[in-house]
Every structure is written in C-alpha cells, then in structure tokens.
C-alpha cells in the first residue's frame, strides 16, 4: 500500500495523529487544522513538522485543493457539534462546508474517520452525513466505544464512523446500527443477547446504558430518588455497579495509570472549601478501582460532574467517614473529609488514562487548568488507533 497521506481537521492537541502513529507509523499528516490557538501550541510541541493551519476550515483558501491530494486517509475529528441547535448551531457551519464539497472533489478521499460526542448519532447534523456519504459511494460503520472496551479504566463513550471509498463493505458491517464494541469482541453474541432482551454480565457499563438518560458529557442525568442512600448520595444500585465494575478483572487498576505521590502533589488536592460543599457529589475512586467517570474540560475548575476524584488514604474506609458527617459541625465534618486525603488526578495522569505516551507533553508556559480543559475536550487514543486498523484492515 501507498503511504497515507492524511489530513486532520479539528486537530486540538493531536490525538488523531498520535493514534495514526500508532495504528500506521508510516503515514504521513500533510496538514492539521484548528482554530483552538492553545491547543495549536501543544500540537506544534508534540509534532513540529506537520504544517498547522490555524484558521477555519471554510476560510482555508487551498482547503478544497489539498483535499483533492489527499489520496488515502482523510481525518475528522469534528469536536462537539452543538447539539442543542443542531444544524443550526454556529459550531456546524464548518461540518457543513465539508459536506458540501465533499461530492464535489476531483478525487474523494479513500478513508474518513469521525469522532464526536454522544448524542451526535440523534442529530440532523449526523443523517446530512450518512445521506453524503452514500451520495459519494462510501461504505461506512457507525460506533458508540468507550476505552473500558479496551480494559481502560475510564467512561468516555463516544460516537465513532469509518468509511471507506467505492470497496467491499465491512465484513463486520451492520447496516442501521451503531455498534458497541470492536468488530472481534462477540458482536455477533452481543446483538443476540440484545434481541433476547437479556442482560449479559458481560456487557460493558457503557453498552447497558445507551439511552437518553446519559448526558454528552457522560454525566447521569437521572435524578437520585429520596431514600435508600447509603452513604454519600448514592442508591443502592449505584453502589452494585460501582462493585460490578471494580470486580472485572479484564479493566486495568486505576494505579497502572497513576504517578508516584510526591511534595507536588499537594497542588491537586481538593481545597476545603470544596470538601465541604462537595463531598456528598463526589465520584470517589481509589488506586485499585477499575473505573473512573469521564473527565470534561471543566475538571479542576469545577468539582460536579466533571471526573473522579482519588482517595489516596487508601486504608480510610468511606462508610466510615460519611457515618452521619452531616450532624457534625462544619470543623468537625471537615476533618472526617481530610482523612481520605481526595486529589483531582494530575494532567498526567489523565493524559495516560487517554492513551497519551509518556514523551507527548505541553509546553511549559500551559497551565494546569488549561491542561485540564485541553484533554477534556481531547479523544482517547488507543480506542482511535484500533478504529484506524479495522478501516485500513
């Protein structure tokens, strides 16, 4: 096969890119493009030679010409796609402009890949697509993955689409469904648990929930009903898939991704203000958890719903501390809240949850809240290079 010459749109800090060197290290990113000037500096750091142009897509004045030399493999991650507005949303104007030329090219890329957010599969944005593609003779996949498909220990289901120009369809394809796992994890046994209405113990937390009461952030949009709390806010069901989920021995423990404690840790761990007004709120995990909730660009900044925090008091016990804590005094309640010694998790360390090596980094003048809204609104890198296999087959 020819070396891909591939080209990225909404580049960010280069996930796509790290997952082609993953995937295809012989490819070649002719060109990134994003209009995101800080995440633009964190792609330059991490890979200086590949031309960024940092203005929009529609605004590219060579943009139609490059993408008619773009041969073999045509990148798109297309960011979150305003939902609420849809089409109409400002955020789609460039979405749509890509459609638009698409049929239009001299020469059709031969590979697209996308990624975006949960939800993107009910938008308008989303059937514009399909109908294009199928009007340019493309053979495509849909996904919903999530990296604890992979044995990763964190929820961050996404929406996923390959395609491929003028070919065989998949051998895996299925026509008007998005499938929840990789074409070789028992698809096949999978749907037909699904169709039996059976809940297999086997199935992912991300797969038994693909329905509407889960946000695009990964966040639950359920209300807690009164009663039946154990500790913190958390039901009883809650509890049992929270002990589901630490007890699957095919996902990875949170400790493989996590630094070694130090003096600089002290910078990350949650401020009493926030232990006291939170606490009840919390997505607690320790090192030896098997999960963790999906971390949004607001981690750090703000405490709800934003990712898991890390209990590194690992001996304190939960039940313990949140015994009656709220009959306390606001002193006393706070010192119970100090036992368990809670952090955010470090940039880093997200940064490994996400697939990132060790040498990708950010430059020095990047800080740690903005490192936080960087991989917040990043992808998952080994998901996004096992997708480019199954494409490239």
């Given at each position: 096969?020819a070396?891909l010459?591939v080209?990225?749109l909404?580049?960010g ?8 060197k993953?995937?295809?290290?012989s490819?070649?990113?002719?060109a ?7 995440a633009n ?11 960024l142009w940092?203005k929009?897509?529609?605004?590219q004045a060579c943009s ?8 073999m493999?045509?990148t798109?991650?297309t960011?979150?796609?305003?939902l609420?507005g849809?089409?109409?949303d400002?955020?789609t104007?460039?979405f749509?402009?890509?459609l638009d ?5 001299q020469k ?5 890949l996308l990624?975006n957010v949960k939800?993107?599969?009910c ?17 495509y ?5 999530s ?5 990763i ?14 070919q ?6 299925a ?13 096949e046994?999978l749907?037909?648990n699904k169709?039996?209405g059976?809940d297999?113990?086997?199935?992912s937390?991300e797969e038994?929930?693909?329905d509407p009461n889960?946000g ?8 807690l009903?009164k ?9 009883v069901?809650?509890?049992e ?19 070694e404690?130090n003096e600089e ?5 949650l ?6 007004r939170?606490a ?5 995990v320790?090192p030896t958890c098997?999960?963790s909730?999906?971390f949004?660009?607001?981690y750090?900044?703000?405490v ?9 008091a690992?001996?304190?016990q ?7 804590i709220e009959?306390?005094p ?8 100090s ?15 996400h697939?990132f ?10 800080t740690?809240?903005?490192c936080y809204?960087?991989?917040g609104?990043?992808?998952n890198?080994h998901?996004?290079?096992k997708?480019i296999?199954v494409?490239?087959?």
């Open positions: 096969m070396a010459r080209l990225e909404y580049s800090i280069g996930g796509m890119h790290q997952a082609l993953e995937s295809c290290p490819a070649e990113v002719v990134a493009v994003d209009v995101n000037t800080l500096e964190v792609y330059k750091h991490n890979f200086p030679s590949t031309p940092a929009t897509i529609e605004r139609r010409g490059l993408l008619d030399k773009t041969r493999l045509n798109l991650q960011g979150e796609i305003g609420q849809d089409v109409s400002p955020r104007k460039s749509l402009y890509i030329i698409l049929p239009r090219l059709l890329p031969k590979y697209l990624e939800g993107f599969e938008s308008s944005a989303r059937n514009e697509l399909l109908r294009t593609l199928e009007t340019c003779g493309f053979k996949q849909e996904f919903l993955l990296p604890t498909c992979l044995g220990p964190n929820s961050r289901l996404r929406y996923f689409l390959i395609a491929k120009l003028h065989e369809p998949f051998p895996f394809q026509p008007g469904q998005i499938l929840p796992r990789f074409p070789d994890q028992d698809l046994d749907f037909e169709a039996a059976k297999s113990s086997s199935l937390y038994k929930n693909l889960i695009p952030d990964c966040s639950s949009k359920k209300s009903p009663g039946t709390f154990l500790f913190k806010l958390e039901t069901e809650e509890m898939r929270k002990h589901t989920q630490d007890n699957d021995s095919s996902i990875q423990m949170l400790k493989d991704f996590l630094e404690e840790m002290s910078q990350y761990f401020p009493p203000k926030s232990l006291l939170y009840f709120l919390l997505d607690i320790k098997r999960r909730t999906c949004t660009k607001g750090g900044h703000y709800e719903g934003t990712g898991s925090v890390l209990q590194t690992v001996d304190v939960l039940e313990s501390v949140f015994k009656c009959e306390l606001e002193e006393e309640k706070l010192m119970k809240l036992t368990l010694k809670l952090r955010y998790f470090t940039p880093r360390e997200i940064a490994n949850l697939g090596p060790l040498e990708f980094g950010f430059p020095d003048k990047v740690i809240k903005q809204r960087l991989l609104n990043s992808l890198v998901v996004v290079a997708l296999s494409l490239l087959g």
